[in-house]
């Protein structure tokens, strides 16, 4: 059998991509990255085996997206994309005149070339980072530019949905990039989901590139459906003094790597990644969680949290990485994972890669099952076991929920809990 | 009219290392109806918090003989929630916290854990009844927002824990050195808070060491506990001798045969 860069050839592509009327340099990084994929190897994630997935297709398509076919209303979205289809953008005037970009990345690339060119795949995740990297760079059908000027402060989280349009075969390859200039200060949630219930891939990144002084709220809450595989990686270059902190519900139905790692490159650079994530039936997630500090008095601190159920298997791994020189650096992780059933797998590995003598780092790691005297106390008070359970799960992953600005989707990403939960329980 | 009765109960407890068991409880005999209160006074290391985590039915506990009647029906195996639906409430000494659960949203779903499918408590009927009893215990409306018992001060807890017996309103509460840890300000506060439950639908267990608590509710009845069994029962002035002779000098009159865990 092939692999898919032996069947996506130079001109198949560079046809693709000009149908898509995408200026040189952007054709001319797919091409490149389609060599690079010959010699790269998929991100390792430690004590979690997946070399046997197929997470490419060979499949080069622009395909449209019915939106009738959804029935739920977006309106409140700041940016909506079906698939490789983008249904509506909706920016506040006052952001628009303050200079706030937000469009779909192709549109970006034809319309702001030098943002695009500049932040695209150069300064977070380089082409050549894996194997799915590349691959992401050379077959990419999607993606969302936001980008806020120097100065600009709002407060209204920036929310862009996207759907993965699995009504139909169509691997989602999406890249959103978010370029927040120095002194910026937003939110951003972005919520991903399926509709429909055909296997496919899901190759999701997003890069932001966090400016000198900027502060950044990430949210990151995943829906992904049982029939999608999904590679979703994220990382952030953090600027001198600039704060960047992400917050990801991992919350996939199907099979997932997650590759996420924030990279504090300036002085004074700081950042928080909070994961959560359920695990059920037999499904396998393996996530990195990485935090990397390359300037001098950079704070990293790393939060995993997960809730495995049934047969299914979830690998923390949380990597504090402080380079040679990073002094007066902190690397802060806490990895813990709660087993509702005695058939399911859970790892949480803590991982410190430490080049420098002046800094501070910590770790916790367990996988344990729920605290017998917090289901008592809760049962004393008249509450079911089930109930008692949930309210003690929720409150292990609450670290997490709270990150998140916004309450509707704190509720929303709650709901989806109790509903894993209440589904998970019942096939025990 | 409630009944809760303790019948010749043994209760023994195993230890986790040597799998020995230790026999705590030893023969005690007890009959709480509600409109009283009882006060069960003890040293150190008598048997009184297993007492009352026996009787809610925490597991590390054994019963090994004798029973424990709610309204005549044994409850012994029955899991803790079912005994809390029945109406038993036990005030912790030291309460669990929990992240993530709002103490508001924990305080609705004990209430509507006992109420039928379709007669849960309305949210307004909640807040009001909320609203009444934070200011009966001094609490700010704050509390109810944080998360159960998270960061809550030792005084914070107890109030919190008086704060669900008055939202829950059991019919009998078992309440485990609630004194313990409050200054005088938040001994009243808790004590206003046990006194505004008494009525002819509420009995109460109160578990202490010192008599303080007990000239702030006053109890019907008084119990000293000693090496796992009720040595004296008596009216409240029996906690005032107490207080006198101290629980050395009630053993030599009682001519008892026990070893106190902090005599010299």
Known sequence: MKTVEQMISADELSEFARQNMEPDWLIEKR???????????????????????????????????????????????????FGQTTLSVNLATELKQQGVILTDLFTAARDYPELVHDNFMTK??????????????????????????????????????????????SPLVSHTLIVAGANTKFSVIQQIHTKGSQANLANAFVEVIAQENSHVNMSSLDELGENTLAYLQRRAAVGRNAHVNWAIGMMNDGDTVGNFALELNGDGAQAKAKVVAITKHRQRVGINTGIKNVGKHTVGDILQRGVILDDSQLVFNGIGDIVHGASGSESEQENRILMMSNNAYGNANPILLIDENDVLA?????????????????????????????????????????????KTVQQKLIKIIERKLADGHESD | MGILEIKDLHVSVTDDETQHAKEIL?????????????????????????????????????????DILLNGESIVNMPVDERARKGLFLGMQYPAEIQGVTNAEFLRAAMNARRLEDDQISVMNFLKELDKNLDLLDMSEEMTER??????????????????????????????????????????VVSKGVN?????????????????????????????????????????????????????????????????????
């Open chain 1, 362 to 406: 910590g770790h916790a790691a367990s996988v344990g099952q729920v605290d017998q005297s917090q289901l008592y106390y809760l049962m004393s008070r008249g509450l079911s076991r089930v109930l008692a359970e949930r309210l003690v799960i929720r409150g292990f992953l609450g670290a997490v929920l709270t990150a998140i600005p916004l």
């Open chain 1, 31 to 81: 091409l490149l990255a389609c060599e690079q994929m010959k010699t790269l190897n998929f991100p390792n994630v430690l004590r979690f085996n997946y070399r046997n997935w197929q997470m490419t297709s060979d499949l080069l398509a622009w395909i449209k997206s019915d939106k009738n076919l959804l029935n739920c209303d977006l309106n409140n979205n700041s940016l909506v994309q």
């Open chain 2, 147 to 188: 998360y159960l018992n998270e960061g809550f001060s030792g005084g914070e807890k107890k109030r919190n824990e008086i704060l669900q017996l008055m939202m829950i309103k059991p019919s009998f509460a078992l309440l485990d050195e609630i004194d313990s840890g409050l200054d005088i300000d938040a001994l009243k």
């Open chain 2, 196 to 264: 505004a439950m008494r009525g002819d639908n509420f009995g109460s267990l109160i578990i202490t060491h010192y008599q303080r608590l007990l000239n702030y509710i006053v109890p019907d009845v008084v119990h000293i506990m000693m090496d796992g069994k009720i040595v004296k029962t008596g009216n409240a002035e029996l906690a005032k001798t107490l207080e006198v002779e101290g629980y050395a000098g009630l053993r030599d009159d009682l001519d008892l045969d026990v070893a106190l865990v902090d005599e010299n």
């Open chain 1, 124 to 169: 977070a995740i380089q082409t050549d980072d894996n194997f799915l990297a590349s691959y992401h760079a050379a077959c990419l059908t999607s993606g969302i530019f936001l980008y806020v000027p120097d100065n600009v402060e709002f407060k209204e989280p920036i929310e862009l949905n996207l759907i993965q349009d699995s009504t139909q075969v």
């Open chain 2, 26 to 66: 030893k023969g005690v005999n007890l009959t709480i109806k509600t409109g009283e209160i009882h006060a069960i006074m003890g040293p150190n290391g008598t048997g009184k918090s297993t007492l009352s985590e026996t009787i809610m039915g925490a597991a590390a506990y054994q019963v090994t003989q004798g």
